[in-house]
């Protein structure tokens, strides 16, 4: 959060200069931390749940491995526990996950709930799937090896199309990007290299009228860019 708000202090004292040059509009803007906000902490929500999905992709590969060397299911969670420890480290997401889901198996919790509950608190679609079909192989007896190898496979595939989106709009990402910045440089280059010529469009009303449009038809194009580039799978 602390980031968060230094990030919108630096852009509304950059856009109170660039298109005002007033600090007024600096205090205006403030309040629109609570709309920025939201928008970078889901950023940061979606950005933790696409990687949860691709370590626990890795994770089921790991029980995977476990239940066909032998060792029973819940037997399976643990051994993949302690893989995912030494993968991604003590404080990855998985691994507080699964550390978790451990300590409720040593309390004798069924299996199959310690998944749902992990899929509730994760919120991930692919979660919720495994967690389905898990809950429903053990309550009529499939064959579980078969199960989770099944739901690694589709978690697999799912990814896999999402890099591929990743990678065919990653391009297109960087040039919007760099089109967000543009009218940020080309108005602090006029004001450094031709300040008179623009002078006309600070400290009046009609001037101060025509920033606000322009800067208004900015945030709606740097709506419609995030929206545009919001793939979902």
Request: aromatic share 12%; no cysteine; hydrophobic share 45%.
């Amino acid at each position: 959060m602390i980031r968060i708000l230094f990030e919108w202090l630096a852009i509304s004292g950059a856009a109170a200069y660039i298109f005002y040059q007033s600090m007024i509009p600096f205090f205006i803007l403030l309040p629109g931390i609570a709309v920025y906000g939201r928008y970078r902490l889901d950023q940061e929500r979606r950005a933790k749940k696409s990687l949860l999905a691709l370590q626990f992709r890795e994770s089921i590969l790991s029980v995977s491995t476990a239940l066909n060397a032998g060792y029973s299911v819940e037997n399976s969670f643990i051994e993949a526990y302690y893989d995912m420890k030494n993968m991604y480290g003590e404080d990855a997401l998985i691994t507080s996950r699964y550390r978790r889901m451990v300590m409720k198996l040593r309390d004798n919790e069924p299996i199959e709930y310690i998944i749902k509950d992990f899929a509730m608190e994760s919120d991930i679609e692919d979660i919720y799937d495994f967690a389905s079909v898990f809950d429903a192989a053990k309550k009529v007896g499939g064959d579980m090896t078969k199960i989770i190898k099944r739901a690694a496979s589709n978690i697999s595939e799912k990814i896999d199309v999402k890099r591929e989106i990743a990678t065919s709009v990653s391009a297109k990402r960087y040039e919007i990007r760099v089109m967000e910045i543009v009218p940020f440089g080309i108005l602090a280059y006029l004001q450094l290299t031709s300040g008179e010529f623009i002078s006309v469009l600070y400290h009046n009303v009609t001037g101060a009228a025509l920033m606000t449009g322009a800067l208004t038809v900015y945030t709606a194009g740097f709506i419609m860019a995030e929206k545009i580039l919001d793939i979902e799978v």
